[in-house]
Each structure stands twice: as C-alpha cells, then as structure tokens.
T-cell receptor
Framework: EPEVTQTPSHQVTQMGQEVILRCVPI?????FYWYRQILGQKVEFLVS????????KSEIFDDQFSVERPDGSNFTLKIRSTKLEDSAMYFC??????????FGPGTRLTVL | QKEVEQNSGPLSVPEGAIASLNCTYS??????FFWYRQYSGKSPELIMS????GDKEDGRFTAQLNKASQYVSLLIRDSQPSDSATYLC???????????FGKGTLLTVNP
C-alpha cells in the first residue's frame, strides 16, 4: 500500500541554522500539507500546497518558512533560521482531492 | 478561530469495556469529521471518517455525529490494551481540505 515517507526521522540543529525537511507524498495525490506538533500540544496546520503553489497558510507559517515541490515527487519544508520554539514533530500529509489525508511518519526537529 | 475541543483525559477503561470519546467543534460550516489514533511519538493514523448525522460503524469502532449539537463521538467496543493511545478528533470545513485538530484524549485500556 502506498504511503507518505519523510526524511530525516530526526534532525538536530543549532539555533539560527537552516533546515530542510523532506517528504515524498503518495504519487497520485494532488494536495500536500505540512503540520507540526509541539510536544504535548495539538497537531497544527502550517500550509497546504496545490497545483504547484501554496493554497493556504496559517499564522504560524511566517517568512522563515517556505515550501517547494522541486520535482514530481518531493515536497520540502524549509525553515530559514531556526528558533528554539521550532522544536516539534513535523508531519507531511497528502490527499487525492478527497477529505482523507494520509500522514507521513514525521520528522522530529530539535533546535539547540 | 475554529476550535475543536476534547477532554484530554486520561480515560481509563478495563479490557473488554466500551470506551467513549467525545469532541465538540465551533464551526457550524464544518462538513467532514475524522478520528485519528496517535501512539506516542508516532504520526496520526486515520480510524474513522463521518460526514452525515447519525452513526457509522467499522468493526469495533462507531463514530457518531450530531451537527445540530456540533458534537462528534467515537465508541470503541471490546477495548484492547493495544487501543491505548491518544485519540484525535479532526474537522474539515474549509477549502483545501485542511484539518483542524483537537488536543486529543489519552485512552488507557487496562488488562
């Protein structure tokens, strides 16, 4: 069964450094998302991506964040200058233009 | 601000019992409702979706939706220790199919 994959599973970085989190959505899906979950808190929507552009973003998704779909398979989230409060699990999800979203296993980002 | 509220728990039930999980949402325009299960340190895993008022059954799981009361519930029959996890209620009412999650209810099933 196809699944969403994410790399790396765990990323440790120093404050102020740039990180890129990578996702491979399910191949025939059309909508792509990034969510984050700070430890002990709820899963929060960051951004949705459709037809090669951002379709919606939350207040969290400020200028330090960007997303790209550099080729036909990868979907990336870049954080330009990481802060301590960016430490969280980041989940990629995709859907085939239905309501059902399929989540990847997540990347744990630790900012020191 | 669209909100999804859940009792954080923990909810503790004995093995074989029925576990009842509840969720309320603030946006009356919400159209689709989901229950996800999340084990510690893992990603959300879809259990059930429900779109219309009433009950929807899938194996040991039953989702219930009452749009007038803005209320969604999940019943787990014959609870097993492997059901011990955090259960997330999620709602989708807008464009782009984005999900708004509740904080989740921690369920513990005791052998």
């Amino acid at each position: 069964e196809p699944e969403v994959t994410q790399t790396p599973s765990h990323q440790v970085t120093q404050m102020g450094q740039e990180v890129i989190l990578r996702c491979v959505p399910i191949s025939n899906h059309l909508y792509f998302y990034w969510y984050r979950q700070i430890l002990g808190q709820k899963v929060e929507f960051l951004v949705s991506f459709y037809n090669n552009e951002i379709s919606e973003k939350s207040e969290i998704f400020d200028d330090q964040f960007s997303v790209e779909r550099p080729d036909g398979s990868n979907f990336t989230l870049k954080i330009r200058s990481t802060k301590l409060e960016d430490s969280a699990m980041y989940f990629c999800a995709s859907n085939p233009s239905t309501d059902t979203q399929y989540f990847g296993p997540g990347t744990r980002l630790t900012v020191l | 601000q669209k909100e999804v509220e859940q009792n954080s728990g923990p909810l503790s039930v004995p093995e074989g019992a029925i576990a009842s999980l509840n969720c309320t949402y603030s946006d009356r325009g919400s159209q689709s409702f989901f229950w996800y299960r999340q084990y510690s340190g893992k990603s959300p895993e879809l259990i059930m979706s429900i779109y219309s008022n009433g009950d929807k059954e899938d194996g040991r799981f039953t989702a219930q939706l009452n749009k007038a009361s803005q209320y969604v519930s999940l019943l787990i029959r014959d609870s097993q220790p492997s059901d011990s996890a955090t259960y997330l209620c999620a709602v989708n009412g807008g464009s782009n199919y984005k999900l708004t999650f509740g904080k989740g209810t921690l369920l513990t099933v005791n052998p």
